[in-house]
């Protein structure tokens, strides 16, 4: 298994410009979520989905929409970009069950100039 | 609302020492407790989580954590501290629930093993 897995490791957009971080997972993990990492504010929610078809909102969605056709991708899109989206992005995933552990993706590193 | 905190920006141990990383949660009813590592430059590493039963929890890398339920803390504990365990370590909480997968996060430590 490949696990979870995150297009592209590096991005660099202009303020305004739009894009679409890849995620996938080969585990057939029905729960997967979109996070967000910077300096000294841990890790924040962005969007969520607990199947396919079924999407949610995090703690910081603002800017960036989430859809989930099939159980292995879970893409986001950030509509237009601003510099206040740079930033380290995460994919999760996990399985159903009694509390589950989340498996996270490399990460890509955006930069909004 | 839950809410986790990590209240040591960096912590800073001897090699061989004993490592403890601090962590609180704020969460009604009984959550799930994990611990995550993170190595420069890479992706979340699961390292060890409580979901019932003993306090004491082990995990990956000799890392162990206690779950008081009284201070509502899971602290991260390891005997003896290697350099290689000189990472970013996170604390997170996700309350009890069928399908509730959600997952808050502390902030963050930073742990420093000096040779």
């Known amino acids: 298994n490949a696990g979870v897995t995150q297009t592209p490791k590096f991005q660099v957009l202009k303020t305004g410009q739009s894009m679409t971080l890849q995620c996938a997972q080969d585990?057939?993990?029905?729960?997967m979520s979109w996070y967000r990492q910077d300096p000294g504010m841990g890790l924040r929610l962005i969007h969520y989905s607990v199947g396919a078809g079924i999407t949610d909102q995090g703690e910081v969605p603002n800017g960036y929409n989430v859809s989930r056709s099939t159980t292995e991708d879970f893409p986001l899109r950030l509509l237009s970009a601003a510099p206040s989206q740079t930033s380290v992005y995460f994919c999760a995933s996990s399985p159903p069950g009694t509390g589950p552990e989340q498996y996270f993706g490399p990460g890509t590193r955006l930069t909004v100039t | 609302a839950q809410s986790v905190a990590q209240p040591e920006d960096q912590v800073n141990v001897a090699e061989g020492n004993p490592l403890t990383v601090k962590c609180t949660y704020s969460v009604s009813g009984n959550p799930y407790l994990f611990w995550y590592v993170q190595y420069p430059n890479r992706g979340l590493q699961f390292l060890l989580k409580?979901?019932?039963?003993?306090?004491l929890v082990k995990g990956s890398y000799g890392f162990e954590a206690e779950f008081n339920k009284s201070q509502t803390s899971f602290h991260l504990k390891k005997p003896s501290a290697l350099v290689s365990d000189s990472a970013l370590y996170f604390c997170?909480?996700?309350?009890?629930?069928?399908?509730?997968?959600?997952?808050?996060f502390g902030k963050g430590n930073q742990v420093v093993v000096i040779p």
């Open positions: 997170a909480v996700r309350p009890r629930g069928r399908g509730n997968n959600r997952l808050a």
């Open positions: 585990m057939n993990h029905e729960y």
């Open positions: 409580y979901i019932t039963g003993d306090n």
